[in-house]
């Protein structure tokens, strides 16, 4: 099975604002196939913020989910969150919020692209380096 690459171009209003529910809608995605996600945070507080939405995302469901260096037993974890300077190993999926494309080692990557196109360029850039690797590509707008 060849690895894959999507896009969620940031479009509905909420994600505008908040673009952080957009990744914890991805996550919730992740989560329902039962495999191991790896969120690749950019930031400590970006790291932390995702771990406190994800707590009050759904009322009536809660995905389980941990940050990476906080405790031993992270591999069992289904969402782990991984901020910069933390070496986690990949996972099937990694939804992939840093600056610079992900390396082989996973079945599938999700990107998020946000909502001011001027600040897209990095992202089409990335599409190429996917694209250049031999990944199916796939675009979705959110």
Not at 102 to 108: C, I, K, M, S, T
Request: glycine letters at 4%.
């Amino acid at each position: 099975m060849r690895a894959r690459a999507d896009f969620y171009l940031i479009d509905k209003p909420r994600f505008r604002e908040q673009p952080l529910l957009l990744v914890c809608e991805l996550v919730k995605r992740c989560h329902a196939t039962g495999k191991p996600t790896l969120v690749l945070c950019a930031s400590q507080a970006e790291a932390e913020e995702l771990d406190d939405l994800l707590w009050a995302f759904e009322e009536d469901s809660f995905i389980e989910h941990q940050i990476a260096g906080l405790e031993e037993d992270e591999a069992d974890v289904p969402v782990l969150i991984a901020p910069p300077g933390i070496d986690v190993p990949l996972r099937p999926f990694v939804l992939n919020l840093r600056a610079e494309a992900v390396p082989a080692g996973f079945e599938r990557v999700l990107e998020v692209v946000p909502a001011d196109p001027a600040a897209r360029g990095p992202l089409r850039e990335r599409w190429r380096q996917y694209q250049a690797l031999g990944l199916e590509l796939h675009k979705h707008d959110m």
